[in-house]
Every structure is written in C-alpha cells, then in structure tokens.
C-alpha cells in the first residue's frame, strides 16, 4: 500500500485544527468508521435539528441561524433519502459527513451546529435514537411471529404428539402445546426489549467530550424535543457508557438462541425418522450431488448465525471489560458488533415466520410416534396416586407394568387387566380409560398444561399480548 498524506478541505477530520501536516492515508482509513455508521445518518439529523433548536432556545445561536441549519439540515434529509445526496466515504464518520454537508449548504451558520457538543456525546445520542427506531420494528416483528405461530396452534389443540426430555418419549402433550411454548419465550423476548428502552431513551447530549460545558445549555429542552424520558445524571458516565449497547445486544442473543432452538426442533422434525414437519419447496434447497434431497438449510442458517449473534456480544463486552473512565477510542468498535447483532436478529426472525407459516404438518406421523415409547407410564401412576397409594409406591408399580410390556414388546395398552393386576391390585379396568394417548393429555388440566382447554386459553393470552402491544 502507498502511503499519502490528506490534504484538508470543508471535509477534513473535525479536530484537524491543532495539526500541521494532513494525518497519513492509511491512518485515515484505519479509523475511518463511516462505512459502519452511516445508517445512523438519520439519527445524526434528528439529533443536530433538536441541537440547533436548544442552542437557539437558550440563546446561544440566533432563530435566524437555527432556522438556516434546520434547513439545511432537512435539505440534507431529503436529498439523502432520494438519492440526490450520496454519502461521501472519504468522510471520517458520519457526523463529519453531516457537518460538513450542512456547512457546504448554509455556510457559516453550519459551523454552529457543533456548540456545546463533543462527537463523544454525539455518538452516544446517535446510537440511542437509532436503537429507539430498531427496537419497536424488531418487536413487531416477533409478534408477527407469535400472531404466526398462534394461528397454527389454534388448529391442532387436539392433535397429539410426543413431548421429550432429554431427547426421549416423555409425554404426550399437542401441537398447540408446543407451539405455545415457542410463543411464550418470544413474549418474554419482547418483554426485555421493552425494558431496554427505559435506559436507552436517556439523553446523553450536552456531557460534551466527558465533564459538561461552561455554556448555558438547556439539557433536558433538549431530551424532550427528542422524544426521551431523561437526561443522563453524569456526564463521565455518560459518554463513556455502552451498557445500553451490551444489554440490547444481549437480549438480541437470547432472541437468537430462541430461534436456534426451535431451528433445531424443526430441523429434527424434518429428517425422514421424525418426518414431523415439511417445510415449504420455497423454504428448503437441494443438494448438488443427490436428487432426493430437501434440506433444511434455512433452519441450519439461523442456527448457524446465532454464533455469531453471541460473538458480537462478546466482543462488546471483552471491548469495555478494561476501559478507564471517560470515552477511549476503542469504543468506536461497538457499532460494528451491535449493527450486526441486529440485522442478524431482525433477518431471522424474519426468515423464521415465513418458514414456518409455509410448512406442512404431518399429524398422521406425531400420533404414531405417542404409540410407542410409554409416554403413558406416569398416567398409570397418578391413577393409584388417585386410589390413595403414595406417589413414589405408585411410581414403582409402573415401572413395574413398563418392564412387563418390554419384555413382551407391546405398549402399555396392549397389557391385560391380568398382567396390571400382578403389579397392584388396586388397578381395575378403568385404567384403559385413562392410558390412550388422548386421555393422558385432556387429563392434563393444570394451568398451563396441553389439555385443550388449558392451551386454548394460552392462545387467547397470547393474542390478548398481541393485540394489546399492537393497538
């Protein structure tokens, strides 16, 4: 590589002032950032405009001249958004960009836009209010995924299938039951969220580069035309801060992790042995070498991208485990790792929704599966625990009966009233009433359970949840 120096212009570095030599073309592009934080143009915007309107509000800047760069700034905007405008990646970062846009523009007034404020606040405003328009729009994602999942929930409460711990037949319980499951971690997903933005909608601005400003400005005027609750409470903290950035991307993994498990379940569900589920053509590729195949790939995809979902949080806080009190350039890396954690996350969920709406259910396979397996084992004892035997004799004398129905190689069902006996006399005939796959799961009546009941009234809470978010 060559190595040149920068010559300076209206779009040099903004500290360039106490330098006599242009800085080398390879540092310039060594911490350069504006390719990872021009997506926050917009937000830069807003924050400059609420800026221009303090500064003026405490009288620091004329009206004449707020309106000239409010102006400008809403040119800038305008023409960003229909293209008229490009962003010019010879800028060091965004906010240079802005600046030196709007001075272009409206001249000197352009220079003022800067009073009172450090790129150090600047950028932590800036990423505040980009997480305060990412946030909302990921959560309605994931109730578009819990609306998705409830809809199909509602039209298998009676359909079984066979519920596992530790990857072997446990109970029987239903589809709905299931998909009820999924649904509820995204609730409490969306919920942290939610939380988040309590501490994210906290204005950093007006801490300048890490101990305030001797002028006169209006912190909390300024909080307010932005739409946050609060001001932050110190001012070393509150440009050296990424907790908010740590916490979201935080949440963001544990979304991840939610998706990769059921991207797991699906991918299961899929091979020929489960056969549970068959995901859309549109929704599977093929293999380059073997006609037969449909494979899972875009389950295997979000399940391999939570990896990196988790290093992004990693390297956030591996970023700040060691860094002094105030702002320290290292901090110019989190941007990179939460946008990617973000973009990783929205994208999921979203390929996830359209994967699983578009997929088939084989119910015919999940009721044969609940044949095998003894899922009924515990149905046997709870109907002595019901005869008055205690729990842990009543656990033994099933046991008892599984052993009998393995040796011979049949179910439970398939036992006589003769073979029950041998294990407790207290067992009548009734106790083939209680053992169908059916039977286990509508006796199963305790909140939260999959009796149909019960999992239809966890599908009106969860469109309750929905729909109150929604409106």
């Not at 305030?212 to 001001?231: N, T, V």
């Not at 991208?305 to 105030?326: C, H, I, N």
């Not at 044969?368 to 205690?390: I, S």
Request: aromatic share 8%; charged share 25%.
């Amino acid at each position: 590589m060559e190595h040149g120096t920068i010559t300076q212009d209206n779009h040099a570095a903004l500290w360039h002032g106490r330098f006599q030599e242009g800085p080398d073309a390879a540092a310039v592009e060594f911490e350069t950032s504006i390719h990872v934080d021009e997506r926050m143009a917009f937000d830069d915007i807003r924050g400059s405009r609420a800026h221009a309107k303090m500064l003026a509000h405490a009288g620091i800047i004329s009206q004449d001249e707020a309106s000239q760069i409010i102006s400008g700034l809403d040119s800038i905007e305008k023409d960003l958004i229909s293209g008229a405008l490009k962003i010019d990646y010879s800028a060091e970062d965004i906010h240079s960009f802005v600046e030196a846009t709007l001075t272009d523009r409206v001249g000197e007034s352009g220079k003022k836009v800067h009073t009172g404020r450090s790129r150090n606040d600047q950028i932590a405003l800036d990423e505040r209010l980009y997480l305060c328009r990412f946030i909302p729009d990921l959560q309605n994602r994931l109730l578009t995924l819990i609306s998705s999942l409830t809809e199909i929930a509602e039209k298998h409460t009676k359909d079984i299938m066979p519920g596992y711990t530790h990857m072997q037949h446990a109970q029987p319980v239903t589809l709905a039951h299931h998909l009820c499951a999924w649904s509820w971690m995204l609730t409490r997903d969306w919920e942290r969220l939610e939380d988040s933005l309590k501490r994210i909608k906290i204005s950093p601005i007006g801490s300048g580069a890490l101990a305030g400003s001797g002028l006169p400005l209006d912190r909390k005027f300024e909080a307010k035309e932005m739409g946050f609750d609060h001001i932050t409470m110190n001012s070393l903290d509150s440009v050296s801060d990424r907790d908010y950035c740590i916490e979201v991307t935080s949440a963001l993994s544990l979304i991840q992790m939610h998706l990769s498990r059921f991207c797991e379940e699906v991918v299961l569900w899929s091979t020929t042995e489960f056969a549970f589920i068959n995901l859309s053509e549109k929704w599977s590729t093929g293999s380059s070498i073997m006609p037969q195949k449909k494979n899972p790939d875009f389950a295997e995809l979000i399940r391999g991208r939570t990896g990196r979902v988790y290093g992004d949080l990693m390297a956030l806080l591996t970023m700040m485990k060691a860094l002094p009190l105030a702002y320290d350039r290292d901090m110019q890396e989190d941007k990179q790792s939460l946008f990617d954690a973000c973009d990783v996350v929205a994208s999921c969920v979203n390929v996830f929704t359209y994967m699983i709406s578009s997929a088939e259910w084989n119910l015919k396979a999940m009721n044969e599966a609940c044949q095998d397996g003894f899922l009924n084992a515990t149905d046997v004892a709870d109907y002595l625990v019901l005869k008055g035997l205690p729990f842990r004799t009543a656990h033994g004398v099933s046991a008892r009966a599984v052993r009998i129905a393995i040796d011979r190689g049949c179910r439970l069902e398939d036992l006589t009233i003769e073979d029950f006996k041998s294990c407790s006399e207290l067992i009548e005939k009734d106790i083939f009433d209680i053992i169908p796959p059916e039977a286990c799961v509508n006796a199963r009546k305790t909140d939260g359970g999959p009796a149909e009941e019960k999992v239809l009234e966890q599908i009106t809470a969860l469109k309750a949840f929905a729909k109150k978010i929604k409106d």
